[in-house]
Protein backbone atom coordinates (compact mmCIF):
# COMPACT_ATOMS: atom_id res chain seq x y z
CA UNK A 1 0.00 0.00 0.00
CA UNK A 2 1.43 3.13 -1.32
CA UNK A 3 0.90 5.59 1.63
CA UNK A 4 1.84 8.81 -0.15
CA UNK A 5 -0.79 8.23 -3.41
CA UNK A 6 -3.68 10.12 -1.50
CA UNK A 7 -1.15 13.05 -0.47
CA UNK A 8 -0.90 16.34 -1.81
CA UNK A 9 2.80 16.67 -3.34
CA UNK A 10 4.68 20.31 -2.89
CA UNK A 11 7.77 21.56 -3.40
CA UNK A 12 10.48 22.49 -1.15
CA UNK A 13 9.68 26.19 -1.67
CA UNK A 14 5.86 25.63 -1.02
CA UNK A 15 6.70 23.91 2.44
CA UNK A 16 8.93 26.56 3.58
CA UNK A 17 6.28 29.43 2.63
CA UNK A 18 3.85 27.22 4.65
CA UNK A 19 5.19 26.85 7.58
CA UNK A 20 6.52 30.68 7.91
CA UNK A 21 2.70 31.09 8.04
CA UNK A 22 1.67 28.55 10.89
CA UNK A 23 3.77 30.25 13.32
CA UNK A 24 4.72 33.88 13.58
CA UNK A 25 8.29 33.67 12.62
CA UNK A 26 10.65 36.36 11.85
CA UNK A 27 14.10 36.34 9.64
CA UNK A 28 17.06 35.71 11.35
CA UNK A 29 18.31 39.13 12.14
CA UNK A 30 14.99 41.06 12.71
CA UNK A 31 13.61 39.24 15.81
CA UNK A 32 13.95 40.81 19.12
CA UNK A 33 15.24 38.73 22.68
CA UNK A 34 13.52 35.53 23.21
CA UNK A 35 11.46 35.11 19.59
CA UNK A 36 11.67 32.88 17.15
CA UNK A 37 13.54 33.06 14.25
CA UNK A 38 14.63 31.33 10.47
CA UNK A 39 17.47 31.13 8.05
CA UNK A 40 16.94 30.37 4.50
CA UNK A 41 19.77 29.35 2.29
CA UNK A 42 18.82 29.53 -1.24
CA UNK A 43 18.49 26.25 -2.51
CA UNK A 44 19.18 24.28 0.39
CA UNK A 45 16.00 24.42 2.56
CA UNK A 46 15.16 26.53 5.75
CA UNK A 47 16.09 26.17 9.02
CA UNK A 48 13.49 27.28 11.75
CA UNK A 49 14.25 27.85 15.70
CA UNK A 50 11.13 28.21 17.66
CA UNK A 51 12.42 29.80 20.80
CA UNK A 52 11.12 27.56 23.98
CA UNK A 53 10.03 30.69 25.48
CA UNK A 54 7.47 31.02 23.20
CA UNK A 55 6.25 28.50 22.08
CA UNK A 56 6.60 24.84 23.72
CA UNK A 57 8.16 21.66 21.37
CA UNK A 58 4.97 19.78 21.83
CA UNK A 59 3.06 23.37 20.53
CA UNK A 60 5.39 23.33 16.83
CA UNK A 61 5.84 19.23 16.33
CA UNK A 62 1.48 19.75 16.70
CA UNK A 63 1.62 22.59 14.08
CA UNK A 64 4.42 20.58 11.54
CA UNK A 65 2.12 17.27 12.28
CA UNK A 66 -1.31 19.07 11.13
CA UNK A 67 0.42 21.22 8.58
CA UNK A 68 2.22 17.58 7.03
CA UNK A 69 -1.02 15.62 7.75
CA UNK A 70 -2.18 15.30 3.53
CA UNK A 71 1.19 16.76 2.27
CA UNK A 72 4.65 15.27 0.99
CA UNK A 73 7.52 16.99 0.09
CA UNK A 74 9.02 16.12 -3.25
CA UNK A 75 12.57 15.09 -2.93
CA UNK A 76 12.45 16.45 0.24
CA UNK A 77 11.66 16.15 4.34
CA UNK A 78 10.82 17.74 7.99
CA UNK A 79 12.73 17.08 9.74
CA UNK A 80 12.77 17.86 13.74
CA UNK A 81 16.54 16.91 15.62
CA UNK A 82 16.28 15.70 19.31
CA UNK A 83 15.66 17.70 21.93
CA UNK A 84 17.98 20.97 22.23
CA UNK A 85 18.01 23.09 25.38
CA UNK A 86 16.75 26.86 23.95
CA UNK A 87 14.95 26.17 20.25
CA UNK A 88 13.03 23.85 18.79
CA UNK A 89 14.50 23.37 15.25
CA UNK A 90 12.77 22.17 12.50
CA UNK A 91 14.40 21.58 9.49
CA UNK A 92 12.93 21.19 5.95
CA UNK A 93 15.57 20.09 3.56
CA UNK A 94 16.21 18.81 -0.29
CA UNK A 95 16.50 14.39 0.91
CA UNK A 96 19.12 12.56 -1.41
CA UNK A 97 17.01 9.75 -3.33
CA UNK A 98 17.08 6.43 -2.08
CA UNK A 99 17.33 3.76 -4.01
CA UNK A 100 16.00 0.42 -3.65
Not at 8 to 23: D, R
Request: charged share 35%; with cysteine; aromatic share 10%.
Amino acid sequence: MDLKKNMEKITLSEAIEGVKKLIPIKPFGEQGDGESFYIQKEDEGCTFFYDKRQYTREEVIEQMCRYFENKVIENGQCRIPPISLAWTDVHLEHREKIEN
